[in-house]
């Protein structure tokens, strides 16, 4: 079965994608609109290694970024998580979408509460409806243009199938590879969610005893090429208005573009690749958690700016990492949020039950 398994792959060989040695040089400092409306770049370097003066500078940083735009570019990350191990998972990730539908198939996505395994292209549809019945008129009428790969953590041997990881048989690169870098997003946001947790007044690890079992989700995205009239005829999205779920999440991108992020005055501006950076924004529990001082913001992603070649608009990849609390979390607004004339927006809610309500609704019927 491995011999068959790789004949079959070379014969359909996976794009070269390569995010941190090809992304186009983009020389603003920022993502920015007319309004205003920008996505600061954030040097987070010195958070690892520098004076605890330096750390604060940072945490203000980050907790200023998400707090106005929600959205953060992240450079200065590599001491968790290298260069060379973000292009090994793209090349692992193109690799696999290269394999046969029927393959990929055997690997299907089954249940929210499991939240693993493949997602063919018009499965899912990302909104901001809570209605399954609502985001199935959209998937008829706007479907997403894309198809993906769900990872979570691994599970103890005596785990019941449906809730462990569907990996590719006798493909041991594949497995090691995206646990591995499962394992290095893990630890890259928690630093990220002790700057916040800095920049908010509380202890710097606050957050580690709530984010500590690695209930995440790894998405890898692929959003195949597109025909030009095929985008324009029916409105079509790569991935539609929607917000994350959970904290933050960690996005790689490769050099294609596309995504957008909503500003306050509704304006979608586009956040394009920048060279050695990742894009950070905040989840609807972090926002939760802040009593919306931190902003879960709307965002999509569309066919790139740039002409199509040949009416084509060209394959984009791109991974996620959507980090969450513990699943037994119980998420309420932090005291000191709703003091002083501002009332507490959300009643507490158990983290599992509320990614399941959202998950069960992106992913409909079956």
Not at 14 to 38: G, L, Q, W
Not at 119 to 134: I, K, N, P, W, Y
Not at 279 to 286: T, W, Y
Request: charged share 25%; proline share 6%; aromatic share 10%.
């Amino acid at each position: 079965m491995f011999r068959v398994t790789r004949i079959l792959l070379k014969a359909h060989p996976a794009p070269t994608v390569n995010p941190v040695a090809t992304a186009k040089v983009i020389n603003s400092a920022t993502s920015a609109s007319p309004d205003s409306f920008h996505i600061p770049i954030i040097n987070f370097e010195p958070f690892f290694s520098g004076s605890r003066l330096s750390k604060e500078t940072v945490a203000q940083e980050v907790l200023s970024g998400f707090v106005n735009s929600g959205f953060i570019y992240l450079k200065g990350w590599e001491k968790v998580l290298s260069k060379d191990v973000v292009n090994t998972t793209f090349e692992e990730s193109a690799r696999f979408f290269a394999r046969p539908t029927e393959e990929k198939a055997e690997l299907q996505w089954m249940t929210p509460e499991s939240n693993r395994g493949y997602v063919t292209a018009g499965r899912e549809r990302v909104s901001r409806l809570a209605s399954v019945d609502e985001i199935e008129k959209l998937k008829k009428a706007n479907p997403d243009i894309k198809e993906s790969m769900e990872i979570g953590k691994e599970m103890p041997a005596d785990t019941p199938k449906e809730f462990t990881n569907r990996w590719p048989k006798d493909d041991e690169q594949f497995k090691s590879t995206m646990t591995n870098f499962f394992e290095k997003c893990h630890a890259l946001h928690l630093e990220v969610l002790s700057s916040i947790a800095l920049g908010l007044g509380l202890e710097p690890r606050w957050f580690d005893q709530h984010c500590d079992a690695k209930d995440h989700n790894l998405r890898l995205l692929h959003y195949p090429s597109v025909k030009k009239d095929q985008i324009s005829a029916n409105k079509s999205n790569r991935a539609g208005a929607h917000t994350d779920y959970g904290t933050i999440t960690l996005l790689f991108q490769d050099s294609a573009g596309g995504l957008e992020v909503l500003s306050p005055t509704g304006q979608y501006i586009a956040a394009p690749p920048i060279p050695g950076t990742i894009v950070v924004n905040a989840g609807d529990l972090l926002a939760r958690w802040s009593n919306d001082k931190i902003m879960s913001t709307e965002h999509r992603v569309v066919a790139p700016a740039s002409s199509p070649d040949n009416d084509v608009y060209p394959a984009r990849y791109s991974i996620a990492f959507f980090a969450n609390p513990n699943y037994e979390t119980e998420i309420e607004a932090l005291e000191g949020t709703f003091r002083n004339g501002k009332e507490k927006k959300y009643e507490r809610i158990n983290t599992l039950d509320y990614l399941v309500q959202r998950l069960t609704a992106t992913y409909g019927k079956k």
